[in-house]
């Protein structure tokens, strides 16, 4: 089915942007730096991001939206392709080209843009039946949250504390259900990292790390942000104007406290420990669909950061130097590495419930080769760079002063670039890899799949697991 064959002009739309900005005003309970936030869209912190996510619902309307929809699975509205179950190769690709187009428009530095968690929400609803007594409401938490697109953040890291107790064993801190009611269940704990929290709609609650083995620890749950109990608390100076990435795109990761918060058992999907190891073990392939969806946010990302570097070397006059080149070719080999394992694991899909997911072999080698090259990428940015960081001697606004105006043309780089090219290209490159900014994502790039040693040794089993190990011993 395309979107034409539902009529555009009378299917319904995922929310505008000004409903999102709309749904943030909603009673939460936001702590930043210690203060209260009074409204998350006012906020210095938190305005930028939420903004720019709201551009991101509004591509969904208006002209040139419907090359960016599909139908729901009920045929009803329109949605991004990424929260429909993909049944063929071409599916996949389509939601390939999605999600690039709101990565180029953020150029890959949001890591929680609505689109995510469409990778947890559509594995669950794919393998609906593993979810036993929960079925129904995995089915229903997708078409409620298709249409919407729902903004989620990820509430499924325990804090950094007694990691070396299983966490039934931490309960004065970590994330449990103190009762069952007719209702439904009440949770009490914290969670950690839960990046975008404040700007989120939505919270996915769950477990991710440790082995849960007793009844009271093993919850996934879908909750508001604004749920009674729920407060976000995350810390962070608010960007200034002259830092045009984190000004735009600085998400916070937010410690969240769940304070005897009710879930209505519509919103709960699991609760006993064999399911709750089985889900984090990837019995639903959400873990797959991740991979898919971070490779295609950092190809953009290191499009951006690779088209600044190369004009920056030009306005440096090292653009010829045999080194500089060497680096600038290798930044553009991991760019195209990332592409490369994306695209192969379309061609390697397979079979994943309901529908087909991206390969798991190409999506577990980028999650092991990942980090460690964007940690590399940002060193060698700094040594190609150097002094050329440091020559920021003045904000862009700054250039029309009476005190910066006589000095302008000391200002200017080479390769044609005035003062204001040079200070917005170095600017942006330093704002990447030099700021609070740039180091906070070169973090968040390292971290993102949990601990490096995890992934490897997961490589290791499935290698054996396949019988790929007993083939090449053949």
């Known amino acids: 089915m ?56 509004d591509t969904l309307h208006g002209e040139g939206s419907d090359a960016l929809l599909v139908p729901t699975d009920d045929g009803a509205g329109l949605t991004h392709p990424f929260w429909v179950l993909p049944q063929s190769r071409d599916d996949l690709r389509r939601q390939r080209e999605a999600i690039r187009s709101w990565q180029r428009e953020t150029h890959g530095w949001v890591g929680r843009t609505p689109e995510f968690m469409a990778c947890v929400i559509t594995s669950m609803a794919a393998h609906a039946p593993f979810f036993g007594r929960f079925e129904q409401q995995v089915r229903d938490m997708l078409a409620r949250d298709q249409r919407a697109v729902t903004h989620y953040a990820q509430a499924l890291v325990n804090p950094p504390v007694d990691r070396d107790l299983p966490p039934d064993e931490v309960g004065d801190v970590f994330l449990h259900v103190v009762r069952e009611t007719d209702e439904g269940v009440v949770i009490r704990g914290a969670k950690a990292v839960v990046t975008g929290a404040a700007t989120a709609q939505r919270l996915l609650v769950s477990h991710f790390g440790g082995e849960v083995q007793t009844e009271a620890f093993a919850i996934a749950a879908s909750v508001p942000v604004a749920a009674p109990g729920v407060r976000v608390y995350t810390r962070g100076t608010p960007a200034r104007d002259d830092q045009p990435l984190a000004h735009r795109f600085a998400e916070h990761d937010a410690l969240v406290v769940f304070d005897d918060v009710l879930v209505p058992w519509q919103d709960v999907f699991i609760r006993d420990p064999e399911t709750m190891l089985a889900f984090n073990k990837g019995a639903v392939g959400w873990n797959v669909r991740l991979v898919f969806q971070a490779t295609t946010r950092l190809e953009a990302k290191l499009e951006r950061i690779a088209g600044l570097a190369v004009r920056a070397t030009e306005i440096m006059g090292t653009s010829e130097l045999r080194g500089v080149q060497a680096a600038l070719g290798e930044l553009i080999a991991y760019r195209d590495t990332v592409a490369a394992l994306r695209d192969a694991m379309i061609e390697q899909s397979v079979p994943s419930g309901d529908s087909i997911g991206p390969g798991p072999e190409a999506a577990m080698a980028f999650a092991a080769y990942g980090p460690d090259a964007y940690s590399r990428m940002r060193v060698n940015l700094q040594t190609m760079l150097a002094s050329a960081f440091a020559h920021l001697p003045v904000p862009i606004e700054s250039l029309g002063s009476e005190h910066v105006a006589p000095i302008e043309p000391l200002l200017r780089g080479s390769g044609g670039a005035d003062a204001r090219e040079r200070l917005e290209v170095m600017g942006e490159l330093w704002d990447a890899v030099g700021t609070g900014f740039g180091a906070r994502h070169e973090l968040y790039e390292r971290s993102y799949f949990g601990q490096p040693e995890r992934m490897q040794v997961g490589i290791l089993g499935a290698a054996k697991a396949t019988g790929r190990i007993e083939r090449w011993q053949q």
């Open 2 to 57: 395309t979107v034409s064959d539902t009529g555009p002009a009378l299917a319904s739309r995922p929310q505008m942007g000004s409903e999102y900005l709309t749904s943030l005003d909603d009673g939460r309970v936001v702590i930043h730096d210690g203060v209260p936030v009074e409204r998350v869209v006012d906020h210095p912190a938190f305005a930028g991001v939420a903004r720019t996510i709201a551009s991101l619902y």
